[in-house]
């Protein structure tokens, strides 16, 4: 019964892909009716006007492009990274498995790095953005004017030993003296690995008051002979507690926010 109902969705699924298939080219064509009576199909004009780079055709590629590629921006050119990071080391330190959930913490680590970039978005936004869209200025000087805020927010969280790195990777023979002369595909990677290295860092430090806790804990336990007991059930409800205590969230958000020299 099965596969006979299979056979026939199937069955119309072609039938209709094959009407469609064969409907198109009269749906798209105007028919006229001359004065005999007789139909005369006229086929549809269609035309763009590509005059320059400044082209609506041109501005339609361009904001594809942008919305295709906005994800990666987001994750590896601000400080998504570092922030979603260090949360979900915090919440392993915890030793809480999906509290808060993935949904919290990175709507929480998106806000914070629309928060700490506003001020470099804004410097995209009104010296190169506006005057774009007013058409003041072509595409080549719109992506120029928008990785130079961008370039120097990434710069100022590289360490000088990963920029280092990665000109050599690159077969650069010396470091550039102007930053701007730094191309891009080098500048992001050797942020992302900065990135990669504060987060990891400051996930250490977390851990360790939350660690001393669980040794103590384990200690207590093994002293009374409850070795059946797993740690975890008792030295949970004290980390939560400690961390709430200190105000743990505060001091965090706060840390992640002034790592960034605002």
Request: charged share 15%.
């Amino acid at each position: 019964m099965k596969r006979k109902l299979m056979k026939a969705a199937a069955a119309l699924s072609l039938l209709v892909c094959l009407v469609v298939f064969m409907t198109t080219p009269a749906l798209a064509a105007i028919t006229d009716f001359d004065i005999g009576g007789g139909p005369t199909i006229t086929e549809p004009n269609i035309s763009i006007n590509l005059v320059g780079e400044e082209s609506d055709a041109v501005r339609i590629v361009l904001l594809l492009t942008v919305l295709s590629v906005l994800p990666s921006v987001l994750i590896m050119m601000t400080s998504f990274t570092r922030i979603v990071i260090v949360f979900s080391l915090l919440r392993n330190a915890l030793g809480l498995q999906q509290t808060p959930p993935n949904q919290v913490l990175v709507g929480l680590a998106l806000f914070l790095s629309l928060f700490i970039m506003t001020p470099t978005f804004m410097n995209v936004n009104d010296n190169a953005l506006q005057p774009y869209v007013e058409g003041e200025i072509g595409t080549q000087e719109f992506l120029d004017r928008a990785t130079g805020p961008m370039r120097t927010f990434m710069l100022n969280q590289t360490t000088p030993s990963d920029l280092n790195m990665f000109l050599i990777l690159s077969g650069a023979q010396e470091r550039p003296e102007n930053p701007d002369d730094i191309p891009m595909t080098v500048v992001i990677p050797s942020f992302i690995t900065s990135e990669l290295k504060r987060a990891f860092t400051m996930g250490f430090l977390l851990f360790l008051p939350f660690m001393v806790i669980d040794i103590v804990v384990a200690s207590a336990l093994m002293s009374m002979g409850m070795m059946m007991m797993p740690p975890i059930t008792i030295s949970l409800p004290f980390k939560m507690m400690l961390f709430v205590l200190v105000d743990g969230w505060g001091l965090l958000i706060q840390t992640l926010v002034r790592t960034y020299n605002m």
